[in-house]
């Protein structure tokens, strides 16, 4: 169908002056404009990139539901975008010529209740909202989710969702006690409507295979009145590799309160080209606690009392968001728009045994060859080792001592410089297989990878790559729910759970090749 076809059809199927269509036929500025509002990858916001026959930007569950249903009848595929910030741009692009995007924008409401703790969030609201209109109403409230204020809570809490409270709390979907969807056959359910089976597979299997989110019920958790953040800065000449190696040995059994996050990165001094590590900490307590324990477990990294800044929660926020704190004030976190968005490539994986210092010098020295890649080193321990793999869909639990993001941007748009440096990130994950997880070699959901496969249509085998991944032992289980609540594959995209028929299907187009 072209576009304005698609166009029509929805015009006719969904009820008169409820819902808003736009079309790049009918009203292309307006369709323009809601297109690239909240795309956060630039690599998918270019003249050949895919666009939507329509968008649709609901306000009521019941023009949700009508969406579905008529998607259903006119038989194109629903992108279901609530933030835009998959580093794959799969919730606003397709591979399949007809699609449409669900939009979820306006799915925005927030009400924290501080008497019995609890949150309902909507699935467009982003997570520097949701943590202001914590702060409004306590300061001793916190949420343990992301650390980029833009990110849309539907796909961050359905894809798991961590922060730098996950030692103490584990991650964002280990909260979340009700939740609202629409399903393929348009029905608006909740927890117990849905049944625990589809409940477990929404809360870290990702929402998009299952149907659509509408919310989220969570458990807030206390937070000190005081916390503590630092930032130290290590080159390989002021033993960042011996650091590094130290950080590793530490921070599993480490006091739950402390999160240190270390970024390596190629930068240069004084004209020489060199490693350095960052080591970047939020710490559920004051500095005096912070400094006795860091002297206690790892006094190499010589973290003295004036490194430290003393917070309040939401101040903590602001500085992991890289705000400054001398002239922020916590209203920007309900600026929709407050980040930058460049071209950018992300990659993960999981390390289970130490990585030595000689070995850390030498991933040190690939970064600074390529150039541009750089990692976050994100630690595990506490919390996360006390929840089985299976209690989630995310199973990437004990036996991890942390987790690895490749991380890429740039600016230019040109084409060759974009090949360059996502060759470079291939590169580095390939520099990295010695030292990480192996028999599956484990993925993030929320770090979208598409390289790591995809699917075409509803082909298990093509699924099981990279769903084995991202859900480990747990794949086989989201494949059973799938099919059961969406035999179909109605909700699908690049890298959804594919269904029971999909593994038949994938058997006879082998046999038929």
Known sequence: MDPDAIYQSFTQCLPKSTTVIYSSTANSTAYTTVLQTYIKNRRFNTTSTPKPAVIITPVTESQVRDTVLCAKKIGVQIKIRSGGHDYEGISYVSSERDFIILDMFNFRSIDVNIADETAVVGAGAQLGEFYYRIYEKSRVHGFPAGVCPTVGVGGHISGGGYGTMLRKYGLAVDHVTDARIVDV???????????????????????????????????????????????????????????????????????????????????????????????????????????????EKFPELGLKKEDCIEVNWIQSVLYWANFDLNTTSPEILLDRHSDNVNFGKRKSDYVQSPITASEITSIFNKQVELGRVGFVFNPYGGKMYEIPADATPFPHRSGNLFKIQYSINWNDPDPQLEANNLNQSRVMYDFMTPFVSKNPRGAFLNYRDLDIGVMTGDNYSEGAIYGEKYFMGNFERLVKIKTAVDPDNFFRNEQSIPTLAGKRSGKSRKMMK
């Open 185 to 295: 056959n348009g029905r608006i359910l909740d927890r117990k409507a849905m049944g625990e089976d589809l409940f477990w597979a929404i809360c870290g299997g990702g929402g998009g295979s299952f149907g659509v989110i509408l919310s989220y019920t969570v458990k807030l958790v206390p937070v000190p009145e005081v916390n503590t953040v630092f930032r130290i800065l290590k080159t390989q000449a002021e033993n960042a590799s011996e650091l590094v190696y130290k950080w590793q040995m530490i921070m599993p059994d480490i006091d739950d309160d402390l999160f240190i996050r270390v970024l390596l990165q190629p930068v240069t001094v004084n004209r020489q080209r060199t490693g350095r590590a960052t080591f970047i900490a939020h710490f559920l307590g004051d500095s005096d606690r912070l400094v006795a324990l860091m002297d």
